[in-house]
């Protein structure tokens, strides 16, 4: 897969990801008990990922080819 198309899906992935976050924020999905654990345990973790590697993937990248 070439980086540009990785960094796409990535970025959409990200982008989606972030919308039951906005729920949890605004709107009623902190007082609903199974999706407030889904968001806060799942989804918030994979956000925060999936951050990290758009901003420092290609780091990681290169030092795990030098090792």
Known sequence: MR??????????????????ILGYIYGPVATLPEPAVAVKFVILPAVVLSGFWLWLGHHVRKWWRTR
């Open 3 to 20: 980086a540009a198309t990785e960094r796409k899906i990535i970025r959409w992935f990200h982008i989606l990801a972030s919308i039951p």
